[in-house]
T-cell receptor, first 111, second 114 residues
Framework: GEDVEQSLFLSVREGDSSVINCTYT??????LYWYKQEPGAGLQLLTY?????DMKQDQRLTVLLNKKDKHLSLRIADTQTGDSAIYFC???????????FGAGTRLAVHP | SAVISQKPSRDICQRGTSLTIQCQVD?????MFWYRQQPGQSLTLIAT?????????ESGFVIDKFPISRPNLTFSTLTVSNMSPEDSSIYLC???????????FGQGTRLTVV
């Protein structure tokens, strides 16, 4: 089956950049997504990238996609305590016609 | 973006009972999705609900356990039937954006079965 993998935990200092990595297996993925989940809340769509793009920037967020290696990353510049949350990578699998989520990366921001 | 409201936001239920979760969207959407997020885990798609047809269930999920209604283009319900503690999860409703590229989620229903 299709698989999306993420590291489970990342700790950064406030003001530093955070980089959350994700790998996926479905070469027919058309869109890849990053979601943020704060404690007790649903999923907030942060950004997404089309599979024919290499990079997308949106304010403090930069998404890089290496389609050859099936590697996706989310960079958060000037990380703040409010960025502490779980970040989910997801691919829209063309083969399965549905979103497939990674296990989520818990980002902890400390002073 | 779509605004999605789910009710209830949380509930504690006795085993053997059923709970119906409601999902209301502020715009008409063709497809609505129901996900389960077990404690400390990622999201798993339960089923896809199209208006006017029966829901399509993913492997491992059956209609008798998770009946779904989709009476119109802005509303859906998911029922968790004959609950056991293993059903304790967050259940999330999701819809596609207008362009079909985005997927938006409700705030989820946190279910605890005791």
């Amino acid at each position: 089956g299709e698989d999306v993998e993420q590291s489970l935990f990342l700790s950064v200092r406030e003001g530093d950049s955070s980089v959350i990595n994700c790998t996926y297996t479905d070469s027919s993925s058309t869109y890849l997504y990053w979601y943020k989940q704060e404690p007790g809340a649903g999923l907030q769509l942060l950004t997404y990238i089309f599979s024919n793009m290499d990079m997308k920037q949106d304010q403090r967020l930069t998404v890089l996609l290496n389609k050859k290696d099936k590697h996706l990353s989310l960079r958060i510049a000037d990380t703040q305590t409010g960025d502490s949350a779980i970040y989910f990578c997801a691919e829209f699998s063309g083969g399965y016609n549905k979103l497939i989520f990674g296990a989520g990366t818990r980002l902890a921001v400390h002073p | 973006s779509a605004v999605i409201s789910q009710k209830p936001s949380r509930d504690i239920c006795q085993r053997g009972t059923s709970l119906t979760i409601q999902c209301q969207v502020d715009s008409q959407v063709t497809m609505m999705f129901w996900y389960r997020q077990q404690p400390g885990q990622s999201l798993t798609l339960i089923a896809t609900a199209n208006q006017g047809s029966e829901a399509t269930y993913e492997s491992g999920f059956v209609i008798d356990k998770f009946p779904i209604s989709r009476p119109n283009l802005t509303f859906s319900t998911l029922t968790v039937s004959n609950m056991s503690p293993e059903d304790s999860s967050i259940y999330l409703c999701s819809v596609e954006g207008q362009g079909g590229t985005e997927a938006f989620f409700g705030q989820g229903t946190r279910l605890t079965v005791v």
